[in-house]
T-cell receptor, first 109, second 114 residues
Framework: AQRVTQPEKLLSVFKGAPVELKCNYS??????LFWYVQYSRQRLQLLLR??SRESIKGFTADLNKGETSFHLKKPFAQEEDSAMYYC???????????FGAGTRLAVHP | GAGVSQSPSNKVTEKGKDVELRCDPI?????LYWYRQSLGQGLEFLIY????????KSGLPSDRFSAERTGGSVSTLTIQRTQQEDSAVYLC????????????FGPGTRLTVL
C-alpha cells in the first residue's frame, strides 16, 4: 500500500541549528514527492517538489529511492521556519496526494 | 488574484444532521480536490474533479459523503447523517489541471459534530 511516514510529530531546535525533517514513503511506482508547509494561521502551501531540485527558503530535499526517503533539510534554522511540515506523495501523476501526518517544527531563539 | 475560498469557516452541527461545505477554486483551475484532516492525522484524500470528467470518488469514506461541482467551478461537499467521527477540518484545493504541479489550498472548514 502507498504510504507516507513522518516519524516525528514535533522537532524542537534552537535558532541556527541544522534541521532535518524525516519522510519515508512506500510506493512501487515512480514517485513524485512534495513538501508542503503550514505557518500559523496561514493556508497549507507548497514548499518544494523533488522534480524541481530547488532550494526554497534555504530548505532542500533529496529523493533517495534506495532508502525510499525524502528528508527535508536546512543547515541553519530560523525562528520564522516554525510551522507544520507535511510530506506528500503523488501517485500516478494525477495529483491525488497522499500526505504524511506532519511534523511540527519549533525553532527557539 | 483571489485564492481558493471555502465556507463556512466553522460549522457546528448535531449528530444525524446533514451539512454542506462549499469551495470556490481559483478562476481557471480545472482540477479541484477535497481532503479531510482529522486531529493528529495527515490529510486524507476524498475526491477530485477534473473538468467535465467523472470525478474520482475513491477516497470518500462512506456513502454518506458526496460532492458535486457545478459549471466546472464551485464545489459542494455534502455529508449526510453526520457522525462524531466526521469532525475534522475539510480542505479544498485547486490546480490548473490534474497534472499541474501545485495544488493551492483553501483555508478549510472546521466541522464539529456534537
Amino acid at each position: 500500500a502507498q504510504r507516507v511516514t513522518q516519524p516525528e510529530k514535533l522537532l524542537s531546535v534552537f535558532k541556527g541549528a541544522p534541521v532535518e525533517l524525516k519522510c519515508n514513503y512506500s510506493y512501487s511506482g515512480s514517485p513524485e514527492l512534495f513538501w508542503y508547509v503550514q505557518y500559523s494561521r496561514q493556508r497549507l502551501q507548497l514548499l518544494l517538489r523533488h522534480i524541481s531540485r530547488e532550494s526554497i527558503k534555504g530548505f532542500t530535499a533529496d529523493l533517495n529511492k534506495g532508502e525510499t526517503s525524502f528528508h527535508l533539510k536546512k543547515p541553519f534554522a530560523q525562528e520564522e521556519d516554525s510551522a507544520m511540515y507535511y510530506c506528500a506523495l503523488n501517485r500516478g501523476g494525477y495529483n491525488k496526494l497522499i500526505f504524511g501526518a506532519g511534523t511540527r517544527l519549533a525553532v527557539h531563539p | 488574484g483571489a485564492g481558493v475560498s471555502q465556507s463556512p469557516s466553522n460549522k457546528v452541527t448535531e449528530k444525524g444532521k446533514d451539512v454542506e461545505l462549499r469551495c470556490d477554486p481559483i478562476s481557471g483551475h480545472t482540477a479541484l480536490y477535497w481532503y479531510r484532516q482529522s486531529l493528529g492525522q495527515g490529510l486524507e484524500f476524498l475526491i477530485y474533479f477534473q473538468g467535465n470528467s467523472a470525478p474520482d470518488k475513491s477516497g470518500l469514506p462512506s456513502d454518506r459523503f458526496s460532492a458535486e461541482r457545478t459549471g466546472g467551478s464551485v464545489s459542494t461537499l455534502t455529508i449526510q447523517r453526520t457522525q462524531q467521527e466526521d469532525s475534522a477540518v475539510y480542505l479544498c484545493a485547486s490546480s490548473l489541471d490534474l497534472r499541474g504541479p501545485t495544488q493551492y489550498f483553501g483555508p478549510g472548514t472546521r466541522l464539529t459534530v456534537l
